[in-house]
Each structure stands twice: as C-alpha cells, then as structure tokens.
C-alpha cells in the first residue's frame, strides 16, 4: 500500500487529514465524501476553524428547515387521522367510525411525524451507504431518546408552576413506559448477547415486527378487549320521556348576522379579545374552539419559523386564549388544549375517577339517533337527531361542529359550529344544516358532524359521537351521461385545493403574511433565513388533496432529503473538530432533531389538563424509534446481506472494510468469520461505545420512569408540584442526560476502558 506521504504530500496539508483516508472513501478524505458534501476537493484545504463554523451553521439552519417542513408534515398526519368511516352492524345498523383509533395514531403516524429525522437518517444511512451500517444512526436514535426522556420530561416537570398535572389514562403509558425499557434491551442483546456485532435478518424482522405488536397492544388496552363489558342499562329505564328539542345556538341561521351574534356569545368569559373588532373576535372564537390533536402542539410550537400565527386555542385553566398576538409568537399558555370547552362550562372538567366510591353519581350519555345519513342535493336541509339517555334530570349542553371529508364547506353544504342545550327531561334535540344545490355533476360527496365538550353530568357515547351526511346527486340524466367521471372529479375540492396552493407561494415569499400589522426586523430576519425553505416546501400539495396523503408523502420526502443534507453536515462537523462520529450524533444531531419536539411537549403540558400527551407521547416516541427507526433498516441490510453473492464485488467491499487490519473499521471477528466462511459477509453493527451507550442510557431510564412514580404518590401527579421539589427534579433529570453524554463519549474516546 501506497505511503501516507507519497500519496498526499504535495497536494493538501497533511496536517488536516488523517491515516483513515489510506484505507477508506470517508467523508472527512479528498477521495472520499457525501451524497451532497464536501462540494470539492478543495474544501479540505481552508482552514480547520472556518470549516468548523460553516459545518455548523449548515446544520442549525437545515433544522431549521425540518423544523418547517415538520410543520407540514403535521397538518398533512392531522388530516390522515382525521378521516372517518361508515360501518354497518349484522343488523344493518350505519354507524360512523374514526379510521384510526387515537392511540395507534399516536404510535404510528405521531411518532414517525415527530421522529422522522432520526428514522429516515437511518434509513438514508443504510440504503446510500452501500447498506453498511453508518456511524451516525443508531447513536441518533438513541442519543434522541435521552434527551427525550431525561432534558423533554425535566422542561415540562418545570413548566407547571402551579398544581400538579398527573397521568390520566395509565393503561397505554404503562405499556408505553414498560416497553420503551425493553426496547433498549432488546437492542443490548442483539449487538452483545444473540450475535454480538452481527443483526441476522432474524432480528431485524423480529425488532421491525415488535413495532406492530405494540400497536396491537395499545389498541388492545384503548379498547379494554380483556376486561369483561359492564352491562348498560337500557334507555326506558330512565325516568323522562321524549320531548322534542330544538337547535339554541349557533348554527341554526346561516345569516352572517346570526353567526356573529351567537359567536360573541360563545367567546363570552374568554380574555384576550377586548381590542379586537367583531369580525375578528368570531374568527378567532371559532378557530379556538375547534377540537385539536398532538399535531397541534407541534404546528403551534414552531410557528414563530413559518411567520404564520398559530392556532388560537382556549385554556381551560387560565380562560384564556392562546395565539392571537402577532404572527411568530403565540400569547401566555402557548399550545393547545385536549378538548376545549364551551361558554358556561369553563374551569376543569370534574374528575369522575376521584368521586367518593360510595355514591353513585348518574350520568347522561348524548348520541346521534343516526349516525349515517343520505341526502339528496336538492332537499336543502338535512336534519339530524341527537339523543340524550341516562340521567335526564339535569340541563346539560353539548357542542357540535360540521368538517369536509369530500364535500366543501360553502360550496356543498353550510358549514355550521354551536352548542345544543337539552333542559330537564329533554331526550331529543335536533342539528338542520344547509345543503347547497347546483347544476354541475358531482360524484356523492360526504362531510361529517362532531359532538365534543359535553358539560358537567354527561359524556359521549363512544359509539356515536360523529354522524356522517352522504350529498348525493340529483341530476339523473348527467348522472348517467358522465358517469365516467364518478369517483374521479371533485370540482369543489380542486378550486379550493388549488387556490389555497397559490396562497402558500403568496404566504412564502412575504415577511409575515399573516400579520395584521407590517413585518418588524425580526420577521424580517427570520423570513431571511428561512425563505428558501418555505418557498421549496410550498410545492407541497394541500392537505385538502387526497384526505392529506399526498401532503404526507410529499413531506416526508422532503424530511429524507433534508436528512440527507444533515447528515453530511454532521459527518463533516465531527470530522474538522476531531469528534467521534458517535459523539457528534448523541449530541448535536440529536439536540436538533429534538429540539421541535421539546416546544411541543411543554406546549402540551402547559396547555392541557392532564400529563397524558407530554409524557406518553416520550415513552411512546423512543419505543417507535427502535422498533421502526432500526427494525426497519437494519431489516433491509440484514437482508441485502444474507443475499450477497459469495465473492461479489460487495462482499469484496465488506472484506476491505471490516477485515482488513489496516482499516480504521477493523473487525477481527469479521476476519474470523471470513477464515471460516470464504466469501461470505453479514450486516455487522459494531455494539463498542454503542452497546455502552444503551447501558448507560437504560439506567438513566429507570431512574427518570422510577422518579415520575414518586413523584405521583407523593405529589398527586407527574409534573408540577412545590417549587423547590419541581425545581430539582428538572435539575436532576437534565443531569442524568449529561452523564449519560459524558459517560457515552469517554466510553468512545476510550477515557473509560
């Protein structure tokens, strides 16, 4: 082989490069590089320091532009889950149903939206690096998790000053927090104990199956499917007869008059809208109270990039509403409630699961009598029945809202928004919403109705709380003459589809679009920085498109691009100033993939009644991390691997790389295993400083999940608390992370034998 000196003296420092580039195409070499980075061979020869700056900056902006297209990507997941379904029973009963249940949403399409950086880099890292395990994926999803669990969990600890916020629904985080444990031993004994150093296609099938498994099992605790059905008692049980109700609020006339009116009646009780004009107050009152997902959080957390407002919210605690100051920022309690409440039913909401056991308190359930109703276009209202059962003794009222799933609200039907109130003995009360008739053919178009916010002494029945209303075509002679065009053509959708897509380009290239006053140096600044971004990523399709799919995979693969980009910014970074690969990615590839996720989880902790989301949605993440963010790829190498040709052009790769004493990669097993298997290879994953680093983390686990259950008996909750205790716990978890970085890199650098 060729002597260091001969081959470089002459041509580039040799100060700047190291004995790596003799034996290997690095990054950090001349010959060697990324799918985008260094942009040329003399690159290497400026200085070390300028090189380390701009290394740098490149990473903080790109994420920055995750953290934008993130944003996108969340509103396209918001939509996907968002969609329903009609079902008929045996009896031939319709009903409508949620397509996806809200837990699996969380697990699948929440994690991968809040993940999607360290998942694809992985991803990326196996199928561009001639599906040889890279150095920086697994650390990153590791290094991820710590910093979700211990510095995420330690912001939000602190972010609750006053009270407790306590977790709610223990089933799903029970499962959650037990098996994000056993995911990171999982991975401990397939890099140290099954083969160490080798994943079979075994264990990638197995570790990316654990994925679905977890889905069923959290879908399974939802649902109670172990538990034994209460019996409920039927409806002429209850005293009270049928009295035929009426609509009360909003709603009921479409008149812009009518709708202001009973809107200012509806934000009344909120602060935050005394300078606004009536216009402005209803739309900010309507925007606030509409239901809100864990997507929210994220949007709302990362708006100040985007220039665009954040959603207005109400806070149930404070009476307060959220996101009405000027673009990029968001007012007190920023973030958005789990369910929002109606006028006359502000405070929280009171805690059936405390009631003394001894008495029984009866509560009323509210339904639609029809959950699937067909309508043709020409009948001009369509009415729908919701049903009280149970207690009907007391006044109660419940919200409702009208949603696009095919039709157009405005163009196809009269979208509507208001509160029904059903008084003593009142089991009926009725919802009549405009249809819209037309000339031009359209196929069956369908929007559905939502009941939400019940108020104190009743809940919803989970089995009927959205109706679904089928608009159907009354022109039978078009019908039959462009029936081709059935299933195919959505007119009113594409208009407002393609107009709300010139807006984006419109919205991208203004400094603060949305702001009602002129742009200040800040947005200025901000826009400035992120214009290129946000004017690539309005090539995005609307989530109108497709019920968000489009939206969603347009996204997703601007992520893997960005992640791309990230990743050989990174290598470079770690390279110019003599970091471990490892290192760079638990730390500064982590702390930027994550740090979106740590304004949202303390937006959700402030903002919402429960710790439910805030925590459950951590425990949650760093399960889907390893089960899909390395089950996935190390599955697709595993299996590349084990279909290798014998004595390939691969294989004859993988020998120089792992089996090759001079090469910095040197595996001796590998060299064995070659002795006793001429010609073959297999996916190796070195376990070394990563094997450690799960160790480490796993403890530091422990201890935080251990510390969250003290916290509970002695606090009454998992965040907030007396100050000096709150205080310290979010001390003592962020201490946890950096021994656990310490400890991972003095472990790498060989400080720690």
């Not at 949605?617 to 590349?640: D, K």
């Amino acid at each position: 082989m060729a002597n260091f000196t001969d081959v470089y003296e002459g041509k580039y420092d040799l100060s700047l490069l190291a004995e790596t580039c003799l034996t290997t195409q690095d990054i950090c070499c001349p010959e060697g590089g990324g799918n985008f980075f260094p942009s040329s061979d003399g690159e290497y020869t400026w200085p070390v320091p300028l090189r380390a700056i701009l290394y740098f900056i490149g990473m903080a902006w790109c994420f920055l532009g995750v953290a934008i297209i993130a944003d996108l990507f969340m509103a396209a997941i918001d939509q996907v889950t968002s969609s329903t379904k009609i079902v008929k029973d045996k009896d031939g009963k319709k009903s409508v149903t949620k397509v996806w249940n809200p837990v699996v949403a969380n697990l699948s399409l929440m994690a991968l939206g809040s993940s999607a950086p360290e998942i694809l880099l992985n991803v990326v890292e196996i199928t561009t690096g001639k599906f040889m395990a890279g150095a920086l994926g697994p650390s990153t999803i590791v290094g991820s998790a710590a910093f979700n669990l211990l510095v995420i969990l330690g912001v939000c600890v602190g972010a609750i000053t006053e009270g407790t916020r306590r977790i709610e629904e223990m089933k799903v985080y029970a499962l959650t927090a037990v098996t994000s444990m056993f995911a990171y031993i999982w991975l401990l004994i397939m890099l140290m104990v099954w083969t160490p150093d080798r994943i079979t296609v075994a264990e990638g099938v197995i570790t990316f199956a654990l994925f679905w498994v977890l889905l069923f099992a959290a879908y399974a605790c939802d649902r109670d499917f172990f538990r034994p059905k209460k019996p409920i008692a039927p409806e002429d049980d209850f005293e009270g007869g049928a009295v035929p109700g009426s609509l009360v609020e909003a709603g009921a006339d479409a008149s812009d008059d009518i709708t202001v009116k009973n809107a200012l009646k509806m934000g009344g009780g909120m602060s935050g809208l005394d300078d606004m004009n009536d216009d402005a107050k209803v739309d900010v009152i309507l925007e606030s109270l509409k239901p809100v997902t864990a997507a929210t959080h994220t949007r709302n957390a990362m708006s100040w990039l985007t220039g665009k407002r954040p959603r207005p919210v109400f806070n149930k605690e404070t009476g307060e509403i959220s996101g009405i100051g000027k673009g990029g920022g968001t007012a007190s309690g920023s973030g958005a409630a789990k369910q929002v409440p109606s006028p006359g039913k502000m405070g929280p909401s009171p805690d059936r699961s405390r009631t003394n056991a001894n008495i029984a308190l009866p509560v009323a359930k509210v339904y639609f009598a029809t959950e699937a109703v067909d309508i043709m276009e020409d009948a001009g209202i369509v009415t729908l029945v919701v049903r009280r059962s149970g207690n009907m003794s007391e006044t109660i009222t419940i919200d409702f809202a009208t949603a696009d799933i095919t039709a157009t609200a405005g163009k196809d039907y009269e979208a509507q928004e208001g509160t029904l109130t059903f008084v003593a003995d009142q089991r009926e009360a009725k919802i009549e919403i405009g249809i819209i008739d037309d000339d031009r053919f359209e196929k069956a178009e369908s929007f559905r109705v939502s009941l939400k916010e019940p108020s104190a002494g009743c809940e919803l029945d989970s089995k009927g709380n959205i109706a679904m209303v089928t608009i159907l075509n009354d022109d039978i002679i078009k019908q039959k003459t462009l029936s081709i065009l059935e299933g195919r053509l959505n007119r009113d959708k594409l208009s407002v589809g393609l107009a709300e897509w010139k807006q984006q380009f419109k919205d991208a290239y203004r400094p603060g679009a949305e702001d009602d006053e002129p742009p200040g140096v800040p947005q200025y600044i901000i826009h400035g920085i992120t214009v290129i971004f946000k004017l690539s990523f309005a090539l995005v399709p609307p989530v109108c498109f497709g019920g968000g799919w489009p939206a969603f995979c347009v996204s997703l693969g601007f992520i893997a691009i960005m992640t791309v980009v990230i990743g050989d910014l990174a290598a470079l970074f770690g390279c110019v100033i003599g970091l471990d690969p490892s290192i760079t990615a638990i730390t500064f590839v982590a702390l930027g993939t994550s740090m979106p996720d740590m304004f949202a989880s303390k937006a959700a902790a402030t903002a919402e009644a429960t710790a439910d989301n805030c925590v459950g949605n951590v425990t949650g993440s760093n399960c889907v991390n390893v089960f899909l963010g390395l089950g996935l790829p190390w599955t697709i190498g595993a299996i590349y691997w084990a279909a290798v040709a014998d004595n390939s052009a691969a294989q004859q790769e993988w020998a120089a790389k792992y089996a090759n004493p001079l090469s910095t990669s040197y595996v001796p097993a590998a060299a064995d295993f070659l002795l006793e298997n001429p010609g073959k290879a297999y996916f190796l994953v070195e376990a070394g400083g990563l094997g450690f680093s799960v160790i480490v983390f796993s403890i530091c686990s422990l201890v935080c999940l251990g510390t969250l259950y003290l916290r509970r008996v002695v606090y009454g909750g998992e965040l907030g608390g007396p100050a000096g205790p709150r205080n310290a716990t979010s001390i003592f978890f962020c201490f946890l992370w950096l021994a656990y970085v310490l400890l991972s890199a003095f472990k790498t650098e060989g400080i720690i034998a």
